[in-house]
Protein backbone atom coordinates (compact mmCIF):
# COMPACT_ATOMS: atom_id res chain seq x y z
CA UNK A 1 0.00 0.00 0.00
CA UNK A 2 1.01 3.33 -0.88
CA UNK A 3 2.29 5.55 2.27
CA UNK A 4 0.43 8.61 1.06
CA UNK A 5 -3.19 9.19 -0.87
CA UNK A 6 -1.64 12.09 -2.30
CA UNK A 7 1.27 13.73 -2.71
CA UNK A 8 1.68 17.58 -3.42
CA UNK A 9 4.55 18.81 -4.96
CA UNK A 10 5.18 22.43 -3.77
CA UNK A 11 3.64 24.59 -0.89
CA UNK A 12 2.70 27.63 -2.72
CA UNK A 13 -1.06 28.99 -1.68
CA UNK A 14 -2.96 26.53 -4.07
CA UNK A 15 -0.16 23.17 -2.81
CA UNK A 16 -1.50 24.48 0.56
CA UNK A 17 -5.42 24.89 -0.65
CA UNK A 18 -5.53 21.30 -2.46
CA UNK A 19 -3.94 20.21 0.86
CA UNK A 20 -6.25 21.50 3.15
CA UNK A 21 -9.44 19.84 0.55
CA UNK A 22 -8.26 17.11 0.58
CA UNK A 23 -6.46 16.41 4.18
CA UNK A 24 -10.60 17.45 5.10
CA UNK A 25 -12.06 15.02 3.01
CA UNK A 26 -9.67 12.26 5.20
CA UNK A 27 -6.97 11.35 2.88
CA UNK A 28 -3.51 11.10 3.88
CA UNK A 29 -1.59 14.23 2.58
CA UNK A 30 1.94 15.19 2.24
CA UNK A 31 3.22 18.55 0.93
CA UNK A 32 6.88 18.67 -0.16
CA UNK A 33 8.06 22.63 -0.30
CA UNK A 34 11.81 22.60 -1.70
CA UNK A 35 11.72 26.18 -0.02
CA UNK A 36 12.91 26.81 3.79
CA UNK A 37 9.42 27.99 3.86
CA UNK A 38 5.86 27.66 2.92
CA UNK A 39 3.66 30.02 0.86
CA UNK A 40 5.75 30.33 -3.01
CA UNK A 41 5.05 33.41 -4.18
CA UNK A 42 2.67 35.22 -1.42
CA UNK A 43 5.63 35.16 1.41
CA UNK A 44 7.13 37.68 3.86
CA UNK A 45 10.61 38.09 4.40
CA UNK A 46 12.75 39.75 6.79
CA UNK A 47 14.60 41.57 3.78
CA UNK A 48 15.57 44.18 5.67
CA UNK A 49 16.66 44.16 9.62
CA UNK A 50 13.07 44.55 11.57
CA UNK A 51 11.03 44.97 8.07
CA UNK A 52 9.01 41.92 7.53
CA UNK A 53 8.15 42.53 3.51
CA UNK A 54 5.57 40.77 1.54
CA UNK A 55 8.74 39.56 -1.16
CA UNK A 56 6.37 38.89 -4.32
CA UNK A 57 2.42 39.32 -4.27
CA UNK A 58 1.27 41.96 -1.24
CA UNK A 59 -2.01 42.33 -2.82
CA UNK A 60 -4.50 40.08 -0.12
CA UNK A 61 -7.99 40.94 -1.77
CA UNK A 62 -8.63 38.19 -4.67
CA UNK A 63 -8.04 35.22 -2.74
CA UNK A 64 -11.58 32.81 -2.75
CA UNK A 65 -14.36 33.83 -0.60
CA UNK A 66 -15.37 30.81 -0.86
CA UNK A 67 -11.50 29.05 0.34
CA UNK A 68 -11.74 31.64 3.07
CA UNK A 69 -15.05 30.35 4.22
CA UNK A 70 -14.99 26.26 3.18
CA UNK A 71 -11.05 26.56 5.08
CA UNK A 72 -12.17 28.87 7.87
CA UNK A 73 -9.64 31.58 7.53
CA UNK A 74 -11.55 34.17 9.06
CA UNK A 75 -10.80 32.82 12.35
CA UNK A 76 -6.97 32.72 11.42
CA UNK A 77 -6.35 35.92 9.26
CA UNK A 78 -7.05 39.33 9.83
CA UNK A 79 -7.15 41.67 6.23
CA UNK A 80 -7.44 45.46 6.49
CA UNK A 81 -9.32 46.87 3.68
CA UNK A 82 -8.66 49.81 1.90
CA UNK A 83 -11.12 52.35 0.75
CA UNK A 84 -8.60 53.61 -1.87
CA UNK A 85 -8.48 51.39 -5.00
CA UNK A 86 -5.92 53.40 -6.88
CA UNK A 87 -4.60 56.82 -5.96
CA UNK A 88 -3.01 58.07 -9.09
CA UNK A 89 -0.74 61.41 -8.91
CA UNK A 90 -0.37 62.97 -12.58
CA UNK A 91 2.36 64.65 -13.83
CA UNK A 92 1.30 68.11 -13.57
CA UNK A 93 1.26 68.13 -9.65
CA UNK A 94 -2.49 67.06 -9.74
CA UNK A 95 -4.30 63.63 -8.65
CA UNK A 96 -7.07 61.17 -9.15
CA UNK A 97 -8.09 58.89 -6.73
CA UNK A 98 -10.75 55.63 -7.35
CA UNK A 99 -12.52 55.01 -4.30
CA UNK A 100 -14.43 51.55 -3.31
CA UNK A 101 -17.29 53.95 -3.49
CA UNK A 102 -18.54 55.11 -7.37
CA UNK A 103 -20.25 58.12 -6.63
CA UNK A 104 -17.37 59.21 -4.32
CA UNK A 105 -15.05 58.85 -7.27
CA UNK A 106 -17.55 60.36 -9.80
CA UNK A 107 -17.13 63.38 -8.04
CA UNK A 108 -13.56 63.05 -8.28
CA UNK A 109 -13.41 62.63 -11.77
CA UNK A 110 -15.36 65.70 -12.64
CA UNK A 111 -12.52 67.50 -11.75
CA UNK A 112 -10.95 66.23 -15.04
CA UNK A 113 -13.68 65.65 -16.93
CA UNK A 114 -17.54 66.48 -16.01
CA UNK A 115 -18.42 64.03 -19.43
CA UNK A 116 -16.62 61.25 -17.87
CA UNK A 117 -17.80 61.61 -14.20
CA UNK A 118 -21.29 60.74 -16.09
CA UNK A 119 -19.85 57.98 -17.68
CA UNK A 120 -18.22 56.71 -14.66
CA UNK A 121 -20.97 54.79 -12.79
CA UNK A 122 -22.66 53.06 -16.61
CA UNK A 123 -19.15 51.66 -16.93
CA UNK A 124 -18.78 50.23 -13.37
CA UNK A 125 -22.03 48.72 -14.09
CA UNK A 126 -21.56 47.13 -17.06
CA UNK A 127 -17.55 45.97 -16.75
CA UNK A 128 -19.33 43.93 -13.31
CA UNK A 129 -21.95 42.41 -15.28
CA UNK A 130 -19.65 41.47 -17.71
CA UNK A 131 -17.56 40.34 -14.74
CA UNK A 132 -20.00 38.45 -13.06
CA UNK A 133 -19.77 36.05 -15.95
CA UNK A 134 -15.98 35.75 -16.41
CA UNK A 135 -16.32 35.03 -12.55
CA UNK A 136 -18.97 32.63 -12.91
CA UNK A 137 -16.13 30.43 -15.11
CA UNK A 138 -13.64 30.74 -12.10
CA UNK A 139 -15.26 27.99 -10.32
CA UNK A 140 -15.79 25.61 -13.04
CA UNK A 141 -13.80 22.82 -14.58
CA UNK A 142 -12.86 23.45 -18.11
CA UNK A 143 -14.74 21.36 -20.68
CA UNK A 144 -12.53 18.90 -22.69
CA UNK A 145 -13.54 20.16 -25.94
CA UNK A 146 -14.17 18.54 -28.68
CA UNK A 147 -15.27 16.24 -26.96
CA UNK A 148 -17.37 17.61 -24.82
CA UNK A 149 -19.47 15.52 -22.53
CA UNK A 150 -22.92 15.84 -21.05
CA UNK A 151 -21.17 16.81 -17.49
CA UNK A 152 -19.52 19.28 -18.88
CA UNK A 153 -22.70 20.51 -20.29
CA UNK A 154 -24.87 20.62 -17.15
CA UNK A 155 -21.70 22.26 -15.49
CA UNK A 156 -22.17 24.77 -18.02
CA UNK A 157 -25.29 25.48 -16.86
CA UNK A 158 -24.11 26.61 -14.02
CA UNK A 159 -22.98 29.50 -16.26
CA UNK A 160 -26.52 30.34 -17.45
CA UNK A 161 -27.36 32.58 -14.23
CA UNK A 162 -24.62 34.87 -14.48
CA UNK A 163 -25.41 35.47 -18.61
CA UNK A 164 -29.05 35.41 -17.79
CA UNK A 165 -28.38 38.50 -15.35
CA UNK A 166 -26.22 40.11 -17.80
CA UNK A 167 -28.98 40.42 -20.14
CA UNK A 168 -29.50 39.40 -23.80
CA UNK A 169 -28.81 43.13 -24.79
CA UNK A 170 -25.77 42.97 -23.05
CA UNK A 171 -24.42 39.45 -24.69
CA UNK A 172 -23.60 41.25 -27.99
CA UNK A 173 -21.43 43.41 -25.37
CA UNK A 174 -19.37 40.68 -24.60
CA UNK A 175 -18.28 39.22 -26.59
CA UNK A 176 -17.64 42.00 -28.48
CA UNK A 177 -15.52 43.24 -25.02
CA UNK A 178 -13.68 40.45 -24.76
CA UNK A 179 -10.67 40.18 -27.20
CA UNK A 180 -10.78 43.85 -27.84
CA UNK A 181 -7.56 46.13 -26.88
CA UNK A 182 -8.70 47.74 -23.01
CA UNK A 183 -7.64 51.43 -24.47
CA UNK A 184 -10.02 50.58 -27.21
CA UNK A 185 -13.18 50.28 -24.81
CA UNK A 186 -11.59 53.26 -22.87
CA UNK A 187 -11.54 55.45 -25.19
CA UNK A 188 -15.26 54.47 -25.88
CA UNK A 189 -15.96 55.69 -22.56
CA UNK A 190 -13.38 58.55 -21.50
CA UNK A 191 -11.91 61.32 -22.77
CA UNK A 192 -9.64 62.13 -19.67
CA UNK A 193 -6.24 60.68 -19.91
CA UNK A 194 -5.70 60.84 -16.03
CA UNK A 195 -9.36 58.10 -15.80
CA UNK A 196 -8.46 55.91 -19.07
CA UNK A 197 -4.40 55.47 -17.20
CA UNK A 198 -6.05 54.73 -14.13
CA UNK A 199 -8.44 51.85 -15.34
CA UNK A 200 -6.52 50.72 -17.89
CA UNK A 201 -3.31 50.19 -16.08
CA UNK A 202 -4.89 46.93 -14.09
CA UNK A 203 -5.36 45.69 -17.71
CA UNK A 204 -1.89 44.71 -17.94
CA UNK A 205 -0.35 44.66 -14.99
CA UNK A 206 0.09 40.77 -14.72
CA UNK A 207 1.26 40.58 -18.66
CA UNK A 208 3.61 41.50 -20.92
CA UNK A 209 1.28 43.28 -23.15
CA UNK A 210 0.38 47.17 -23.90
CA UNK A 211 -3.42 48.43 -23.28
CA UNK A 212 -3.46 48.97 -27.18
CA UNK A 213 -3.15 45.22 -27.73
CA UNK A 214 -6.02 43.18 -28.43
CA UNK A 215 -7.48 40.83 -25.53
CA UNK A 216 -6.40 43.21 -22.83
CA UNK A 217 -10.24 43.94 -21.68
CA UNK A 218 -10.59 40.36 -21.04
CA UNK A 219 -7.44 40.67 -18.70
CA UNK A 220 -9.59 43.79 -17.21
CA UNK A 221 -12.39 41.88 -17.08
CA UNK A 222 -10.67 39.34 -15.09
CA UNK A 223 -9.04 40.87 -12.67
CA UNK A 224 -12.66 43.23 -12.15
CA UNK A 225 -13.84 39.49 -11.32
CA UNK A 226 -11.40 38.43 -8.84
CA UNK A 227 -10.91 41.41 -7.18
CA UNK A 228 -13.40 41.54 -4.05
CA UNK A 229 -13.79 45.84 -4.73
CA UNK A 230 -16.50 45.37 -7.72
CA UNK A 231 -13.94 47.41 -9.62
CA UNK A 232 -11.08 46.49 -11.58
CA UNK A 233 -8.73 45.74 -8.98
CA UNK A 234 -8.19 44.39 -5.28
CA UNK A 235 -7.08 46.75 -2.44
CA UNK A 236 -6.36 45.85 1.16
CA UNK A 237 -3.47 43.77 3.07
CA UNK A 238 -2.87 40.58 5.51
CA UNK A 239 -1.87 42.04 9.01
CA UNK A 240 1.52 40.45 8.98
CA UNK A 241 2.12 40.26 5.18
CA UNK A 242 1.14 37.62 3.27
CA UNK A 243 2.89 34.86 4.62
CA UNK A 244 0.10 35.30 7.48
CA UNK A 245 -1.94 34.38 4.98
CA UNK A 246 -0.25 31.25 3.71
CA UNK A 247 1.08 30.39 7.63
CA UNK A 248 -2.60 29.95 8.11
CA UNK A 249 -3.10 27.60 5.08
CA UNK A 250 -0.78 25.57 6.48
CA UNK A 251 -2.08 25.33 9.97
CA UNK A 252 -5.52 24.74 8.38
CA UNK A 253 -4.29 22.26 6.34
CA UNK A 254 -2.37 20.68 9.19
CA UNK A 255 -5.03 20.67 11.43
CA UNK A 256 -6.95 18.49 9.31
CA UNK A 257 -4.27 16.20 9.34
CA UNK A 258 -1.73 17.46 6.44
CA UNK A 259 1.74 17.08 6.71
CA UNK A 260 3.95 19.13 5.52
CA UNK A 261 7.60 19.79 4.87
CA UNK A 262 10.09 22.37 3.70
CA UNK A 263 13.43 22.29 2.52
CA UNK A 264 12.04 19.20 0.87
CA UNK A 265 13.02 19.40 -3.10
CA UNK A 266 11.67 16.90 -5.65
CA UNK A 267 13.33 15.77 -8.37
CA UNK A 268 11.40 13.28 -9.64
CA UNK A 269 7.61 11.90 -9.68
CA UNK A 270 8.07 8.58 -10.02
CA UNK A 271 6.08 7.00 -12.57
CA UNK A 272 5.39 3.05 -13.56
CA UNK A 273 2.84 1.31 -16.27
CA UNK A 274 2.10 4.95 -17.13
CA UNK A 275 0.63 6.13 -13.92
CA UNK A 276 2.25 8.23 -11.03
CA UNK A 277 3.01 6.19 -7.71
CA UNK A 278 5.32 8.70 -6.07
CA UNK A 279 8.32 11.32 -5.98
CA UNK A 280 12.08 11.04 -5.50
CA UNK A 281 13.81 13.76 -3.60
CA UNK A 282 16.70 15.74 -4.13
CA UNK A 283 18.42 13.85 -1.38
CA UNK A 284 17.63 10.59 -2.92
CA UNK A 285 14.40 9.71 -0.16
CA UNK A 286 11.38 8.39 -2.23
CA UNK A 287 7.76 8.38 -0.73
CA UNK A 288 5.08 6.60 -2.81
CA UNK A 289 0.98 7.84 -3.02
CA UNK A 290 -2.01 6.79 -5.22
CA UNK A 291 -1.53 10.23 -6.57
CA UNK A 292 0.61 13.20 -7.08
CA UNK A 293 -0.26 16.56 -7.32
CA UNK A 294 2.25 19.26 -8.54
CA UNK A 295 1.51 22.96 -7.51
CA UNK A 296 4.77 23.71 -9.91
CA UNK A 297 4.50 25.65 -12.69
CA UNK A 298 3.59 23.61 -15.95
CA UNK A 299 6.94 23.97 -17.71
CA UNK A 300 8.56 22.73 -14.80
CA UNK A 301 5.97 19.51 -14.12
CA UNK A 302 6.42 18.42 -17.47
CA UNK A 303 9.87 18.78 -17.95
CA UNK A 304 11.53 18.68 -14.94
CA UNK A 305 9.28 16.14 -12.62
CA UNK A 306 8.59 14.06 -15.21
CA UNK A 307 10.00 13.74 -18.80
CA UNK A 308 9.07 14.81 -22.12
CA UNK A 309 9.08 10.78 -23.48
CA UNK A 310 5.87 9.81 -21.51
CA UNK A 311 4.06 12.62 -23.74
CA UNK A 312 3.14 12.55 -27.51
CA UNK A 313 4.58 15.20 -29.66
CA UNK A 314 1.58 17.34 -29.64
CA UNK A 315 1.50 17.92 -25.67
CA UNK A 316 5.42 17.97 -25.86
CA UNK A 317 4.90 20.75 -28.24
CA UNK A 318 2.57 22.62 -26.58
CA UNK A 319 4.07 22.92 -23.32
CA UNK A 320 7.11 24.26 -25.24
CA UNK A 321 4.60 27.28 -26.77
CA UNK A 322 3.32 28.42 -23.25
CA UNK A 323 4.08 32.15 -23.30
CA UNK A 324 5.94 32.94 -19.81
CA UNK A 325 7.41 36.29 -20.34
CA UNK A 326 7.96 38.14 -17.24
CA UNK A 327 8.32 42.03 -17.59
CA UNK A 328 7.82 43.09 -14.15
CA UNK A 329 10.67 44.01 -11.49
CA UNK A 330 9.91 44.20 -7.78
CA UNK A 331 11.49 47.11 -5.58
CA UNK A 332 11.00 47.01 -2.16
CA UNK A 333 12.75 50.31 -0.09
CA UNK A 334 12.97 50.96 3.50
CA UNK A 335 11.74 54.17 4.33
CA UNK A 336 12.65 56.79 7.58
CA UNK A 337 9.43 58.38 6.70
CA UNK A 338 6.15 58.99 4.04
CA UNK A 339 7.02 60.02 0.62
CA UNK A 340 5.38 63.27 0.58
CA UNK A 341 3.46 63.13 -2.87
CA UNK A 342 3.19 66.92 -4.75
CA UNK A 343 -0.36 66.20 -5.48
CA UNK A 344 -1.41 65.85 -1.83
CA UNK A 345 1.00 68.96 -0.08
CA UNK A 346 -0.49 70.46 2.74
CA UNK A 347 -3.14 67.78 3.75
CA UNK A 348 -3.11 64.38 5.19
CA UNK A 349 -1.80 61.80 2.62
CA UNK A 350 -2.44 58.76 4.99
CA UNK A 351 -5.41 57.77 3.78
CA UNK A 352 -5.00 57.94 -0.28
CA UNK A 353 -1.84 56.09 0.68
CA UNK A 354 -3.17 53.58 2.38
CA UNK A 355 -4.15 51.90 -0.44
CA UNK A 356 -2.49 50.71 -4.10
CA UNK A 357 -0.65 53.90 -5.81
CA UNK A 358 -0.47 53.93 -9.61
CA UNK A 359 2.47 56.01 -11.50
CA UNK A 360 0.34 55.55 -14.77
CA UNK A 361 -0.91 58.80 -15.61
CA UNK A 362 -2.19 58.08 -19.23
CA UNK A 363 -2.51 54.92 -21.99
CA UNK A 364 -0.30 56.14 -24.00
CA UNK A 365 2.24 56.55 -20.87
CA UNK A 366 2.16 52.56 -19.92
CA UNK A 367 2.02 51.99 -23.72
CA UNK A 368 5.51 53.33 -24.55
CA UNK A 369 6.39 52.19 -21.31
CA UNK A 370 5.76 48.73 -22.73
CA UNK A 371 7.00 49.45 -26.28
CA UNK A 372 10.69 48.98 -25.24
CA UNK A 373 9.87 45.65 -24.03
CA UNK A 374 9.76 44.12 -28.07
CA UNK A 375 13.18 45.15 -28.16
CA UNK A 376 14.51 43.82 -24.91
CA UNK A 377 15.41 47.07 -23.44
CA UNK A 378 13.60 48.17 -19.94
CA UNK A 379 11.44 51.30 -19.85
CA UNK A 380 12.82 54.57 -19.17
CA UNK A 381 9.61 56.09 -17.77
CA UNK A 382 8.13 52.52 -16.18
CA UNK A 383 4.85 52.43 -14.87
CA UNK A 384 4.55 51.84 -11.47
CA UNK A 385 2.38 50.09 -9.17
CA UNK A 386 3.33 50.94 -5.37
CA UNK A 387 1.95 49.97 -1.85
CA UNK A 388 2.86 51.08 1.77
CA UNK A 389 1.97 48.15 3.50
CA UNK A 390 2.73 49.95 6.95
CA UNK A 391 0.11 52.38 7.12
CA UNK A 392 -2.36 49.98 7.35
CA UNK A 393 -0.41 47.17 9.65
CA UNK A 394 2.71 49.50 11.20
CA UNK A 395 4.13 46.40 12.64
CA UNK A 396 5.96 45.10 9.61
CA UNK A 397 8.35 47.92 10.48
CA UNK A 398 10.43 49.33 13.37
CA UNK A 399 8.70 52.38 14.87
CA UNK A 400 8.34 55.41 12.28
CA UNK A 401 9.48 53.48 9.67
CA UNK A 402 7.70 52.35 6.45
CA UNK A 403 7.81 49.65 3.52
CA UNK A 404 7.55 50.80 -0.13
CA UNK A 405 6.80 47.69 -2.16
CA UNK A 406 7.13 48.47 -6.16
CA UNK A 407 6.14 46.83 -9.20
CA UNK A 408 8.11 48.64 -11.76
CA UNK A 409 6.95 47.66 -15.25
CA UNK A 410 8.33 46.92 -17.89
CA UNK A 411 11.51 45.14 -17.26
CA UNK A 412 11.59 42.27 -19.59
CA UNK A 413 13.22 38.97 -18.51
CA UNK A 414 15.84 39.30 -21.15
CA UNK A 415 17.42 42.04 -21.86
CA UNK A 416 18.95 42.78 -25.54
CA UNK A 417 21.81 44.48 -23.53
CA UNK A 418 23.16 41.23 -21.82
CA UNK A 419 23.04 40.33 -18.20
CA UNK A 420 20.18 41.90 -15.73
CA UNK A 421 22.68 41.41 -12.96
CA UNK A 422 24.68 44.49 -14.79
CA UNK A 423 21.72 46.38 -14.87
CA UNK A 424 19.29 45.95 -12.25
CA UNK A 425 20.70 48.78 -10.07
CA UNK A 426 20.43 51.43 -13.18
CA UNK A 427 16.83 49.99 -13.60
CA UNK A 428 15.92 50.81 -9.73
CA UNK A 429 17.79 54.44 -10.40
CA UNK A 430 14.74 55.03 -13.27
CA UNK A 431 12.47 53.51 -10.98
CA UNK A 432 13.34 56.20 -8.10
CA UNK A 433 13.64 59.16 -10.09
CA UNK A 434 10.55 58.65 -12.29
CA UNK A 435 9.01 58.46 -8.33
CA UNK A 436 10.91 61.49 -7.38
CA UNK A 437 8.49 63.18 -10.33
CA UNK A 438 5.83 62.83 -7.87
CA UNK A 439 7.30 62.43 -4.31
CA UNK A 440 10.21 65.08 -4.59
CA UNK A 441 11.52 63.91 -1.34
CA UNK A 442 11.29 60.26 -2.23
CA UNK A 443 15.36 60.16 -1.98
CA UNK A 444 16.14 61.41 1.16
CA UNK A 445 13.53 58.61 2.91
CA UNK A 446 15.17 55.90 1.62
CA UNK A 447 17.42 53.60 4.08
CA UNK A 448 17.65 50.61 2.19
CA UNK A 449 16.63 49.00 -1.10
CA UNK A 450 16.15 45.56 -2.29
CA UNK A 451 15.85 44.95 -6.41
CA UNK A 452 14.13 41.56 -7.46
CA UNK A 453 14.89 41.71 -11.51
CA UNK A 454 12.37 38.43 -13.23
CA UNK A 455 15.93 36.37 -13.35
CA UNK A 456 15.64 37.01 -9.90
CA UNK A 457 11.96 36.15 -9.07
CA UNK A 458 12.72 32.51 -11.32
CA UNK A 459 16.08 31.90 -9.18
CA UNK A 460 14.82 32.65 -5.89
CA UNK A 461 10.97 31.79 -6.38
CA UNK A 462 10.94 29.32 -8.67
CA UNK A 463 8.66 31.67 -11.49
CA UNK A 464 10.45 30.84 -14.60
CA UNK A 465 11.11 33.78 -16.78
CA UNK A 466 9.73 36.00 -13.51
CA UNK A 467 6.18 35.68 -14.88
CA UNK A 468 3.29 35.91 -12.17
CA UNK A 469 0.88 33.41 -13.00
CA UNK A 470 2.95 30.36 -14.38
CA UNK A 471 2.04 31.52 -17.76
CA UNK A 472 0.27 34.23 -18.97
CA UNK A 473 -3.07 34.83 -18.79
CA UNK A 474 -4.17 35.77 -21.89
CA UNK A 475 -7.22 35.06 -23.45
CA UNK A 476 -5.23 32.60 -25.90
CA UNK A 477 -3.82 30.30 -22.76
CA UNK A 478 -7.14 30.97 -20.49
CA UNK A 479 -10.20 28.41 -19.49
CA UNK A 480 -10.01 25.08 -21.59
CA UNK A 481 -6.87 26.17 -22.84
CA UNK A 482 -4.98 26.49 -19.40
CA UNK A 483 -2.39 25.61 -19.32
CA UNK A 484 -2.75 23.50 -22.30
CA UNK A 485 -6.31 21.73 -23.72
CA UNK A 486 -5.22 18.08 -23.17
CA UNK A 487 -4.68 19.17 -19.06
CA UNK A 488 -7.03 21.58 -18.75
CA UNK A 489 -8.97 19.38 -16.38
CA UNK A 490 -6.41 19.42 -13.88
CA UNK A 491 -5.43 15.32 -14.81
CA UNK A 492 -2.60 14.86 -17.01
CA UNK A 493 -1.97 11.97 -19.37
CA UNK A 494 -0.52 10.38 -16.68
CA UNK A 495 -2.97 9.06 -14.72
CA UNK A 496 -2.41 9.36 -10.92
CA UNK A 497 -1.11 12.59 -11.87
CA UNK A 498 -2.42 16.11 -11.54
CA UNK A 499 -1.74 20.38 -11.43
CA UNK A 500 -2.85 22.60 -9.05
CA UNK A 501 -0.75 25.63 -9.71
CA UNK A 502 -1.19 29.20 -11.38
CA UNK A 503 -0.26 27.54 -14.45
CA UNK A 504 -4.17 25.44 -14.24
CA UNK A 505 -7.54 27.18 -14.52
CA UNK A 506 -8.41 29.96 -13.72
CA UNK A 507 -4.47 31.06 -13.21
CA UNK A 508 -2.81 33.02 -11.18
CA UNK A 509 -2.74 35.80 -8.04
CA UNK A 510 -3.57 34.46 -4.07
CA UNK A 511 -7.01 33.18 -5.15
CA UNK A 512 -6.93 29.73 -4.26
CA UNK A 513 -9.25 28.53 -6.60
CA UNK A 514 -6.73 26.55 -9.31
CA UNK A 515 -5.83 24.44 -5.55
CA UNK A 516 -10.12 24.11 -4.32
CA UNK A 517 -10.29 23.31 -8.42
CA UNK A 518 -8.14 20.80 -8.60
CA UNK A 519 -8.43 19.37 -4.77
CA UNK A 520 -12.36 18.73 -6.37
CA UNK A 521 -11.55 16.75 -9.27
CA UNK A 522 -8.61 14.53 -7.30
CA UNK A 523 -11.86 13.62 -4.82
CA UNK A 524 -13.91 12.66 -7.61
CA UNK A 525 -11.33 10.67 -9.41
CA UNK A 526 -10.52 8.88 -5.63
CA UNK A 527 -14.30 8.04 -4.39
C1 LIG B 1 5.98 40.65 -8.75
C2 LIG B 1 4.69 39.91 -8.47
C3 LIG B 1 3.67 40.55 -7.80
C4 LIG B 1 2.46 39.88 -7.54
N1 LIG B 1 1.48 40.53 -6.85
C5 LIG B 1 0.34 39.90 -6.55
C6 LIG B 1 -0.62 40.52 -5.71
O1 LIG B 1 -0.40 41.63 -5.22
N2 LIG B 1 -1.77 39.85 -5.46
C7 LIG B 1 -2.00 38.60 -5.95
O2 LIG B 1 -3.06 38.02 -5.67
N3 LIG B 1 -1.07 37.96 -6.72
C8 LIG B 1 0.08 38.58 -7.03
N4 LIG B 1 1.03 37.94 -7.77
C9 LIG B 1 0.75 36.61 -8.34
C10 LIG B 1 0.77 35.52 -7.29
O3 LIG B 1 1.84 35.72 -6.40
C11 LIG B 1 0.92 34.12 -7.91
O4 LIG B 1 0.10 33.98 -9.04
C12 LIG B 1 0.57 33.03 -6.91
O5 LIG B 1 1.26 33.26 -5.70
C13 LIG B 1 0.89 31.64 -7.46
O6 LIG B 1 0.60 30.69 -6.45
P1 LIG B 1 0.83 29.13 -6.65
O7 LIG B 1 0.56 28.49 -5.34
O8 LIG B 1 0.06 28.64 -7.81
O9 LIG B 1 2.36 29.00 -7.05
P2 LIG B 1 3.70 29.42 -6.27
O10 LIG B 1 3.41 30.46 -5.27
O11 LIG B 1 4.70 29.71 -7.32
O12 LIG B 1 4.09 28.09 -5.49
C14 LIG B 1 4.70 26.98 -6.11
C15 LIG B 1 5.53 26.28 -5.03
O13 LIG B 1 6.06 25.06 -5.55
C16 LIG B 1 7.37 24.94 -5.03
N5 LIG B 1 8.11 23.99 -5.88
C17 LIG B 1 8.37 24.13 -7.20
N6 LIG B 1 9.10 23.08 -7.63
C18 LIG B 1 9.28 22.26 -6.55
C19 LIG B 1 9.96 21.03 -6.37
N7 LIG B 1 10.60 20.44 -7.37
N8 LIG B 1 9.95 20.46 -5.13
C20 LIG B 1 9.30 21.06 -4.10
N9 LIG B 1 8.67 22.25 -4.23
C21 LIG B 1 8.65 22.83 -5.44
C22 LIG B 1 7.91 26.35 -5.10
O14 LIG B 1 9.06 26.52 -4.27
C23 LIG B 1 6.71 27.14 -4.59
O15 LIG B 1 6.70 27.26 -3.19
C24 LIG B 1 2.28 38.55 -7.99
C25 LIG B 1 3.33 37.89 -8.62
C26 LIG B 1 4.52 38.55 -8.86
C27 LIG B 1 5.66 37.84 -9.53
Redesign the pocket.
Known amino acids: MAQYDVII???????LVTAAYLAQAGRRVLV????DTV????VSEEIFPGFKISS?????G?LSAKVRRELKLDARVETVPSDVVAFCPQPDGTQLTIWRDTQRTAEEIARFSKADAEEYPKFVELMSRIADVVGGLMEMTPPDLPEISLRDLLNGAALLGPVRRLGRKRIPDLLRILPMPSADLLNEFFEADAVRGAIGASSVL?ITWGPQENGTAYTLLSSWAQSGTGLFR?AGVVKGGMGALTGALADAARGFGAEIRTG????EVIVADERATGVRLSSGEEHTAAAVVS???PR?TFYE?LEPHYFDTLFVRQVENIKYR?S?A?IHLALSALPEFTALAGGDATAQLSGPIQIAPSLDYVQKAFDCTKYGEYSRYPYLDLLIPTLSDPSLAPAGQHILSI?AKYAPYELDAGDWSAHKQSFADVVIDTLAEYAPNIRDVITDRHVLTPPD?ESL???PE?N???GEMTLEQFFHMRPIPSCARYRTPIAGMYIC??GAHPG????GI??HNAAREILKDSK
Open positions: IGAGHNGLEKRGGAAVADGCYNSASVSNADTLGARTLYGLGPNHGAGGVTPG
